[in-house]
């Protein structure tokens, strides 16, 4: 017999489900790496995978409070005196508009243009967007990104940052998106990270501040506690450690050969309780 | 191990002499007690730490 061809599958669906889907305002966008799945079996999971080490990490954004949508509209065309066929879908790009204005985000977006990732969305219900690929995971739909938004008020609008997001292949998007119920309050366990930097209040004073990298924020206060309590196992460098709440610094004594303190990787203070920061590098 | 509120790193702690472990930390840790008593407090986190008697 000659070769011939086999259809594939185009079965017609119009039922609908017993358990509708009440699909919701998105609240969060998590990119991975372009490839990388997303860890979501559990709240910790996702909350590990935040503090990854990068290449396995998931990038987790602000709170997002609008949604626009810009393309991905079916387009027709005809060929001859022929009827209207279809033709593909527009290029799409979504606008998440977060929840305030930051220009070190902005700067990390811009910086990051080119980068290919995988994006999920969350919305209010805690249910997670993605795309079915045949697995019991979902993997991420493919986007590149971009910036934008308003540095300072206007006459009638705030400051405001959005991460805009291109989709790579809306149609395949459009074919292959699909949902799952998280079971957990998904704003919890996602994190974006801050890098930080511990520096020494005066020269040889012993009292060391956890600054953040971009704006120069004082993080001592909220970190510094568990930083000292946990210093075996989250700081380099150091023989011994306490938190002084009334200088708001940690005293610190260097450890054998040591010039400062160093934090450890994110992964290390997550083990220890410490979410949300990363050391500098 | 945290004594008295101080963390203090094992590993770090076993690299040093009690002499040098006690004049590091002596004039940094526990201010508000005189010196005689945070040097007894030390020499006994030193023994703790290094099972040194």
Known sequence: MSRIRTCTSNHFFTGKSVCEIDYDKIKLVILTNHGVKLSYNSGEALRTMCHAAVGGRAYGFPQIVNWEVNGGEAQTSQVGYGPNTYNGVSARTDTFTMDMFRHYLRSVILKNVDEEFDMYLVDYKNNLYGLND??????????????????????????????????????????????????????????????VTLVETAASS????????????????????????NASTVLDGVSACTYDAEANALTITLGSGATAPALKAASVLAGAGIYGIEPYA | MIYEGVTFVVDEVKKMSEKDFVKTMLNVFWLDRDKETRRKMLADVYRRITGKK
């Not at chain 1, 045949?134 to 590149?144: E, F, M, S």
């Not at chain 1, 998106?177 to 309050?185: E, K």
């Not at chain 1, 600054?211 to 206060?221: L, M, N, Q, R, V």
């Open chain 1, 134 to 195: 045949g697995t019991d995971t979902l993997a991420g739909i493919p986007v590149t990104i971009y910036p934008s938004g308003n540095d300072h008020p206007g006459a009638s609008d705030k400051a405001s940052l959005a991460v805009n997001v291109v989709y790579t292949d809306v149609e395949d998007y459009m074919l292959n998106l699909d949902v799952v119920p998280l079971g957990f309050t998904a704003v919890n366990y996602v994190y974006g990270l801050m890098p």
């Open chain 1, 206 to 229: 012993g009292k060391w501040k956890v600054i953040e990298f971009y704006g120069k924020g004082d993080a001592t206060a909220k970190y510094g506690s568990l930083l000292a309590t």
